[in-house]
């Protein structure tokens, strides 16, 4: 059995590291506020932004031949952007990223793509690199407060990318933020646009949770709208901003995301670190308890040897 100095030093510690935790957790839940907020901001600007692409694009009729709207003609590699965060502490943020993209690299590998993997955040980046799969290209410092200027020096490397070919395809994965608690990876389709979901016509989940925030369907009647200068023009300055703002949104959700994720790790942390308070104060007293015995039993076998 531990002495009651090692208990007692053990108690000092896990307190010190209880009032740690719970800094943190009052830290993450501040940050996670604004996150929230800024969330909040875009999704309306998002939202219409999408919508307005999609209805570009009807009237344009055939999609018209930019670079990153057409599709290549063969599928040899496939970027895969990791987003994620800088720092750990947070429960199972990141590595849930790292292990989706790896399966969709080796689901890619099976079928004969090779994968080509981006990092936006230096966690996956180093736990790529930590399997061997060294990142084409990292994006790190951000992941606390990410900045359009950095959603848009991601999204003009990967369309880069597309354009010359190094990638015949780009999907992305992020946390979603849907709760404090409750995070879910996302797997979409960035480029080609043509098969994302906003020129499909295929509703996502974005467009489900924007309508339901703004009222707003796409599905509702449309005025009759004239384009100057035509669809295809309009559709052209569209589909960039379309990729920054996608990204942006997967930033900004991810930042949420790993606030939430580290609060409530955090949270729980703290929580643990109660229970071992009560545990090892409850051993200490058994101790304590036992050293008096023992001197209580001591002290009338001297005196019964005495007498």
Do not use: C, W
Not at 147 to 173: K, N, P, Q, T
Not at 174 to 192: D, K, M, T
Request: avoid cysteine; glycine fraction near 6%; hydrophobic fraction near 45%.
């Amino acid at each position: 059995m531990a002495s009651q100095r090692d208990v007692r030093n053990r108690i000092a510690s896990v307190q010190n590291i209880r009032t740690i935790t719970r800094a943190m957790e009052m830290v993450a839940a501040a940050r996670l506020r604004r996150a929230e907020a800024r969330i909040s901001a875009l999704r309306p600007y998002a939202h219409a932004l999408r919508k307005l692409t999609r209805q570009a694009a009807e009237a344009a009729g055939a999609v018209p031949s930019l670079p990153i709207l057409t599709p290549h003609e063969s599928v040899q590699r496939v970027g895969l952007l990791l987003v994620a965060g800088d720092r750990g502490l947070a429960g199972a943020f990141n590595s849930q990223i790292v292990r989706a993209g790896v399966a969709a690299g080796h689901e890619s590998q099976a079928d004969g793509v090779e994968p080509v993997y981006f990092a936006a955040g230096r966690r996956p980046a180093s736990s790529l690199a930590f399997r061997g799969l060294e990142p084409a290209e990292s994006f790190t410092g951000f992941s606390d407060r990410p900045s359009f200027a950095d959603a848009r020096r991601i999204a003009d490397r990967l369309m880069a990318a597309y354009i010359d070919g190094e990638v015949d395809r780009v999907d992305v994965f992020y946390n979603g933020y849907i709760s404090a608690i409750s995070q879910v990876v996302r797997h979409e389709r960035l480029l080609p646009v043509h098969e994302a979901a906003v020129i499909a016509g295929v509703g996502s989940e974005h467009d489900t949770l924007d309508e339901a925030l703004t009222g707003e369907r796409d599905d509702s009647p449309r005025a009759l709208v004239e384009y100057e200068p035509d669809p295809d023009e309009i559709l052209g300055q569209l589909v960039p901003d379309y990729v920054e703002v996608s990204i942006f949104r997967a930033l900004l959700e991810s930042t949420a995301s790993e606030h939430g994720a580290r609060m409530t790790a955090m949270r729980n942390a703290s929580e643990n670190a109660g229970v071992l308070i009560d545990d090892l104060t409850l051993e200490m007293n058994r101790a304590r308890q036992a050293a008096i015995t023992q001197e209580i039993m001591e002290v009338v076998a001297g005196a019964e040897g005495v007498s």
